[in-house]
């Protein structure tokens, strides 16, 4: 017969090892699946909110300078023609670096660096499409969905063990500025993007114009992609959808 105590011990044992493999066949379905996210928009606005800090700390932002009144003010105003807004604090900022770059974060915050403004020179509608772009990352939840991929497959069991939730969450802010998008994420944000732009009266001829001197930026200096393209990877495939959006006039996501 087996001893009382020892059949505890097993049962205890068995269920913890069936609950661990549970977790990570549960683990590996989240990595997959590309259209869910297990943040809240809360945890969105909180996790964005501190890696704005970060980068406010970290880096010069400009304040009450024309390049800060205009971005801000372009962002704005596709903000009204946005029909998927979500119910977040959209905000806009540059970054006082010659750096050919922009970003967003969840819940939020989008940035520019003067660098990307300078090659953008006076070309209100290619900056609009390129803020529209940055807000397409943010309400097509794509951040969002990185952050649940990365939990499910490096914390999930450490999250249901031990429970440390506030910290594993604050953990991933100095992550996000430099997230990395699929291209598939990068067609969906042209799309909503240009959406947005075309709706607020902008030129969606912005972006193609802005893509060819990524591409002429690229050539010049010997292959060497600026930091724009580097976040956002540039094809030929991608040049010819978002002039297919333009010539069909497909703005689905703009109001």
Same mark, same amino acid.
């Given at each position: ?26 683990? $590996? ?58 119910? $977040? ?10 750096? $050919? ?18 090659? $953008? ?135």
């Amino acid at each position: 017969m087996l001893n009382r105590d020892k059949f505890t011990r097993f049962s205890r044992s068995r269920w913890r090892w069936g609950l661990c493999l549970l977790l990570a066949l549960l683990a $590996v379905g989240l990595a997959g699946c590309r259209t869910k996210s297990f943040l809240s928009t809360q945890d969105e606005i909180r996790l964005g909110q501190e890696a704005a800090r970060q980068v406010n700390t970290e880096n010069p932002i400009e304040t009450g300078t024309t390049a800060s009144t205009r971005v801000r003010s372009i962002g704005r105003s596709l903000l009204p023609h946005m029909a998927d807004a979500r119910d $977040v604090p959209y905000s806009f900022q540059v970054i006082d670096k010659d750096t $050919v770059n922009a970003f967003s974060l969840p819940g939020g915050p989008v940035y520019v660096y003067q660098g990307l403004l300078n090659m $953008v020179g006076g070309d209100d509608s290619a900056l609009a499409c390129i803020l529209g772009h940055e807000l397409g990352h943010i309400n097509a939840r794509h951040a969002a969905r990185q952050i649940s991929s990365q939990m499910a497959t490096n914390t999930l069991l450490d999250l249901a063990i031990h429970n440390p939730t506030g910290r594993s969450l604050a953990g991933l802010g100095a992550q996000l500025a430099s997230l990395k998008y699929s291209r598939d994420d990068e067609y969906e944000a042209d799309a909503r993007g240009l959406s947005y732009a075309a709706a607020a009266g902008y030129d969606p001829n912005g972006l193609i114009r802005f893509f060819h001197k990524l591409q002429d930026y690229e050539r010049s200096h010997g292959g060497n992609a600026p930091e724009w393209l580097q976040d956002h990877p540039l094809t030929g495939n991608r040049i010819e959808r978002a002039e297919s959006i333009i010539e069909h006039h497909d703005f689905r996501y703009g109001k």
